[in-house]
Structure formats: structure tokens, C-alpha cells
T-cell receptor, first 112, second 116 residues
Framework: GENVEQHPSTLSVQEGDSAVIKCTYS??????FPWYKQELGKRPQLIID?????GEKKDQRIAVTLNKTAKHFSLHITETQPEDSAVYFC???????????FGKGTSLLVTP | DTGVSQDPRHKITKRGQNVTFRCDPI?????LYWYRQTLGQGPEFLTY????????KSRLLSDRFSAERPKGSFSTLEIQRTEQGDSAMYLC??????????????FGPGTRLTVL
């Protein structure tokens, strides 16, 4: 089955700096890669996703890049703010609408 | 609130008892998913439905677990003869196969199960 590795497990940055979280996956058939943000005690919420026919996608301060050859994808957050502090999960799936295989999460702390 | 809802939000039970959780998806969503999340881990897929049909089950879903979605709307997840290792947050998600949020999985608040 699909195995998704995520690192780092914790990341601390100062407000205004950039944060990068990286994930690798094992199943070359995977072609849908969402990122979820989970604040303490709350449900995971989708922040951005990318499909395998696209190499990069950007939404304001958030961007995701995908390298299908190397089987890795990354989340980039620029100009971080304290409200970006949360746990971020990457996931991979053979197609959108199917079961998601999640990484173990990255706890991001943005200090003022 | 028109999002995914789950009931109960918390459940404490003794080992060996049976428990049942309910999930109500967003009304126009035809796909419904169950995940389990333990502390410090990402959600782990358990099973999913398209309408009333159960299309995929994870190997994590032992014989003690059963899920149903009889009318293609709400779903129930039952755990029989609970074990302490079943303690976790059980998350439900739903998605639509058309529209603006195509196939985006929206999660519910979860049911936290504690097995004593």
C-alpha cells in the first residue's frame, strides 16, 4: 500500500519567515496530493491540493510543488503569521475522491 | 451548521463493550469516509462509501469493526468487544463528485473514544 513520509515532525519559525514541509510517497500510481491544517482540538481542513498533471500551485501565501519523478511534494508558507501555528498533514491518493493516506504531521510554531 | 456532523463527540466505555458512532455528511455529498486518528499521528483510513455501497475497507478494519450507510445518507461505525487499543479519535469525512469543491474531503469534528 501507499506509504507517506513527512518531515520535519516539528518546525519553529519566526513571524515573517518562510516554512517548508516535505513529503515523499511510495506508490507511483498516486496522483492527488492534498495538504490539511489541523488546529488543536479541531477538525482537519484542506488548505491546498495538487494533482499530478501540475508541478506547482499557489494560493496567496501558500504554495505546493510536486516532483512525480522523485515522488515528493512540498508545502511552502511565506510570510508566516502566528495564526499559521498548527499541525499540517500531507496526504496522497490514487485519485481525488478516494482514500487518503496521510503523513504523520508537522507541528508548526510561528513565534511573534 | 451545514458541515459534517458526528455523534457523540465523546464516548467512554469499558473494555469488551460495543459502541456505535454516527456521521451525518454534507447533504449533497455522495461519498463518505471513516478515519481513525491517534495522538501525534495523521488520520488512518478505515473505509469509505459511495452512496450506500461500501467500496473500500482498510486492513485496519478488523472483524470487530463494521460500518453501514443504509440509505446513502448518514453512516454508522460500530466497534464490538472494544479493546484499549481502540481508543482514538474517529473522524468522518464526506465529498461530492461534482461542483466547485470536487472530491475535496470535508471532515467532521470527530468522536473521541476512550476504552477503560
Amino acid at each position: 500500500g501507499e506509504n507517506v513520509e513527512q518531515h520535519p515532525s516539528t518546525l519553529s519559525v519566526q513571524e515573517g519567515d518562510s516554512a517548508v514541509i516535505k513529503c515523499t510517497y511510495s506508490d507511483s500510481a498516486s496522483n492527488y496530493f492534498p495538504w490539511y491544517k489541523q488546529e488543536l482540538g479541531k477538525r482537519p481542513q484542506l488548505i491546498i491540493d495538487i494533482r499530478s498533471n501540475v508541478g506547482e500551485k499557489k494560493d496567496q501565501r501558500i504554495a505546493v510543488t510536486l516532483n512525480k519523478t522523485a515522488k515528493h511534494f512540498s508545502l511552502h508558507i511565506t510570510e508566516t503569521q502566528p495564526e499559521d501555528s498548527a499541525v499540517y498533514f500531507c496526504a496522497a491518493s490514487k485519485n481525488s475522491g478516494y482514500a487518503l493516506n496521510f503523513g504523520k504531521g508537522t507541528s508548526l510554531l510561528v513565534t511573534p | 451548521d451545514t458541515g459534517v456532523s458526528q455523534d457523540p463527540r465523546h464516548k467512554i466505555t469499558k473494555r469488551g463493550q460495543n459502541v456505535t458512532f454516527r456521521c451525518d455528511p454534507i447533504s449533497e455529498h455522495n461519498r463518505l469516509y471513516w478515519y481513525r486518528q491517534t495522538l501525534g499521528q495523521g488520520p488512518e483510513f478505515l473505509t469509505y462509501f459511495q452512496n450506500e455501497a461500501q467500496l473500500e475497507k482498510s486492513r485496519l478494519l478488523s472483524d470487530r469493526f463494521s460500518a453501514e450507510r443504509p440509505k446513502g445518507s448518514f453512516s454508522t461505525l460500530e466497534i464490538q468487544r472494544t479493546e484499549q487499543g481502540d481508543s482514538a479519535m474517529y473522524l468522518c469525512a464526506s465529498s461530492a463528485q461534482s461542483g466547485r469543491a470536487l472530491n475535496e474531503q470535508f471532515f467532521g469534528p470527530g468522536t473521541r473514544l476512550t476504552v477503560l
